[in-house]
């Protein structure tokens, strides 16, 4: 390129020079492609995150109602101390386990039809009807969710000539919600973790004497456990952090009505310690799911 | 290095009485159709409503115990098909597959006493190199103690002792294909079937793994089914091998007489180079209007005005090309009587500036009458057959 056309000859030489500069200093380069969204993730994402642990650190003086900036652990003492809360949090965990375990269950049968049986028409037809529930307000699907629960809601009067009754408004409701709910978030990774593996490798476990279930059990389920893993952590943190469904389906607390009850007036530091929880919960739920190696084959 | 099968309580795969073929197909047929079959026709422009394929289009073949048999043809002649028929990877539209004298047309991979090296190795990439060996005699529930020595034996003969402890990903495609290997071979099977096994490798690990594939199956007597497209692997390797065109097979034999006696123009052209002669020119410079092919290799190249004895053919004509190769230069000659050969010579003194110069000269090509041979009458497909 060194007999360049005459056109335009300082625009072109001033980007070409600029271009070739960037060319030799591959840091710079990745430097200003990623200032912005480093930028962004920094500020709003970590600084939030910073500001609601230097809250949970702080103290409401009992008197003024105001924020002491004392730091203390007392706010998490007081959580691990009050037998309230402890329930509630064990309910909180306990609802994210079953809810993912559903999932999980519910999950594998479809995103394997989905991935390995279906036709490429019939998959595709099959994603857009796994998306689509995504596309509706989450709030209408939950207001709905209460009105088919209630009392002389739909699922009643649809047991009711077979005699018998839904959970109704209750914790078991509310599991079912959010099984509902979370779903397709477990279906996804699943079923992209299904159709990366190779039909040859089926192949070769069935050509060395493997009949499907062992198949199954020794090739299938170890690599899909990766999807699994990250699937599970979607509808883990996703029921973990929620108060809206709890809320509209049940009068039962979750630590998310907790901490919405804390917010305002009433506690901040420790409606954000309260927050910190789920938080903690979730690293260990991340560094158990390392532990079993699911992020070794991603 | 016969690792696998000596001082082994188990018996080794004893060759079959004599006569029973270790592999027989029957009018093998498969049409692929619906959505798949519709959407390979269109791109491949068949016609454009067609909704089947027929990859396999009448299969009969023999193939006997302990023999290295290929597989040639070229890309989408229906190589792959016939071997996943044979594994029971795919189901036959018509036509029967018999193991050793048994029907096993209806069963499942993992019913039939055949294992196969995968294009792609196909290895558990969440199993060491070990485990992935070991996997089909855990499966069949082979103890511990044996289980353990034939996966050293096996690794031994591919010659990757001391990588058990790898993982797939870990490896160099030559060393996974050595694994596939290994972990077909540690279950003694009566056939193994083998899909380009050395396709993505580069020429001289190819070289070297064909030398080291050839002398295991000498070794372990095991029937070989080896699908190339590489017509020079095909030779060198085989005790016999078929010629696949779309879907059929145009001959089966052994190298020599796949080279030397080609059935159809198709297999003349596949295997080696194609210098036919037809027409006009055989009538001309043989005698006879028939097709007849003459190797590159058997020709003489001449001054213009050289003798020609009686039991030879000469052909006058022009040097239009020449691609020098190393040890040898290939000349493309244009006859005057009307047609195109290639001719092959040495260069024994001959420097490439030499050769290369001799583009447009006048030559007069000289070979003995009894190196052209008369090729079926047909020029398509299926000649003479098996
Ligand atoms: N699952 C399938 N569905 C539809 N058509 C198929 C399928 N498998 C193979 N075919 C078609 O059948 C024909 C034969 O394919 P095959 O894979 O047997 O060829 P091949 O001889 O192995 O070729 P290559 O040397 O390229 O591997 C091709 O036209 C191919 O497109
Ligand atoms: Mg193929």
Known sequence: MTVAPAERPAAASVSRRVAIWLDRRPRVRLALLLAAPVGWLVVMYLGALGVLFLNSVWLRDEFTGLVSRTLSLDNFIEIATTPIYRTVLLRTVGMAAAVTLTCAVLAFPIAYFMARVASPRVRGLLVVAVLMPLWASYLVKAYSWRLILSEDGLLNWLLAPIGLRGPGQTEIGLWLVFTYLWLPYMILPLFAGLERIPSSVLEASSDLGARGGTTFRRVVFPLVIPALAAGSIFTFSLTLGDYVAPSLITTTQFIGNLIYLNFGAPNLPLAAALSVVPLLVMLGYLALARRLGAFEAL | MAILTRDDPAPAPAPAPSGAAAVRLEHLVKRFSGEVGRRVARSTGASPDADTVTAVDGIDLEIRDGEFFSMLGPSGSGKTTTLRLI???????????????????????????????????????????????????????????????????????????????????????????????????????????????????????????????????????????????DQEEALTMSDRLAVFNRGRVEQVGSPAEMYERPATAFVAGFVGTSNLLRGDAAMALVGDAGLYTVRPEKIRMAEPNAAVADDEVGADGTIRNVVYLGPDTRYIVVLDAGTELVVTEQNLATSSMEALAAEGRRVRLIWKRHHNFRIGDQEGSRGGGA
């Open chain 2, 87 to 229: 594994a029971g990877f795919e189901l036959p539209t018509e036509g029967r597959v018999y193991l050793h004298g048994e029907d096993v047309t209806q069963r499942a991979p993992f019913e039939r006493d055949v294992n196969t090296v995968f294009q792609d190795y196909a290895l558990f990439p969440h199993m060491t190199v070990g485990e992935n060996v070991a996997y089909g005699l855990t499966i069949r529930k082979v103890p511990r103690p044996e289980r353990e020595r034939r996966v050293g034996d096996a690794l031994a003969m591919v010659r990757l002792n001391g990588y058990e402890r790898r993982k797939p990903s870990q490896l160099s495609g030559g060393q996974r294909q050595r694994v596939a290997l290994a972990r077909a071979l540690v279950n003694r099977p009566r056939v193994l079937l083998l899909d380009e096994p050395l396709g993505a490798l580069d020429l001289k690990l190819r070289e070297e793994m064909q030398l080291e594939l050839k002398a295991i199956q000498r070794d372990v007597r095991i029937t070989f089914i080896y699908v190339t497209h």
